[in-house]
């Protein structure tokens, strides 16, 4: 046999993946609750940013944020720039004392105090996570999903979830977006923390018994 399974040593020496803490992720046994939003961020000739749904847990919610593309007005270059936008954040994100790039799709949460946090530099290895969990609040950006959808071929529907931890204080804030080379200046829309707070105590483990 030319290809053989590992053995029991070399399988056994294989790193674990941890678990994903708290801070980082939405909690894996938990059912949230599904707050129909609708907000419109942004839209420009060639993109549409929206906030369809927010999903509220325990410990924090999702902010799902559709992004839907279009060339339109886009040389193919361009285009194809602008589409690499949407994986800068969780490949190269920015470089620390140099300018964002202007095709880096950026996002952020600022509370009533003054209080934010982006997703701005983030780094998501899940070998390398710190269990204990950073100064709050923290927004960590999630490996989006592509959704297909009948059209011509250079549109694109695509969606980023956003973990916002701990969960908002019960009071208004606001949800940041910008996307220079997609012509989405900086945008700030606003969020109802006391709504989110309530979908939270809506949220249910999936095995009660557990």
């Known amino acids: 046999m030319f290809f053989e399974p590992p053995t029991e ?9 941890p678990e994903l803490p ?40 999702l902010l799902n944020v559709d ?3 279009r060339r339109h007005t886009m040389s193919p270059g361009e ?20 300018p964002l790039p202007d095709n880096l799709l950026r996002f952020g949460v600022r509370f009533a105090d003054g209080t934010k946090t982006t997703t701005v530099g983030q780094r998501f290895d899940r070998l390398r996570l ?22 011509p071929e250079d549109d694109n529907v695509s969606t980023m979830r956003l973990w ?9 804030f606001e949800l940041a977006a910008e996307w220079p080379a997609a012509g ?3 945008t700030l829309a606003q969020l109802d923390g006391a709504a989110i707070g309530a979908g939270a105590r809506q949220a249910a483990p999936y095995w009660p018994e557990a």
């Open 9 to 17: 040593e070399e399988e056994s020496a294989a790193p674990s993946r």
């Open 22 to 61: 708290a801070w980082c992720a939405p909690p894996p046994d938990e059912m949230g609750a599904v707050i129909v939003s609708g907000l419109l961020l942004a839209r420009t000739p060639n993109v549409v940013l929206i906030l369809p749904t927010i999903e509220a847990f325990s410990g924090g919610c």
């Open 67 to 69: 992004i839907v593309t």
């Open 79 to 98: 285009y194809e720039t602008l589409q690499t936008g949407l994986h800068l954040p969780l490949i190269t994100g920015a470089s620390a004392g140099k």
């Open 130 to 151: 710190q269990q204990d969990p950073p100064p709050p609040p923290r927004l960590t950006l999630l490996i989006g999903s592509f959704s297909m959808r009948s059209g």
């Open 164 to 172: 916002l931890w701990p969960l908002p204080p019960p009071e208004v």
């Open 184 to 186: 989405v200046e900086l």
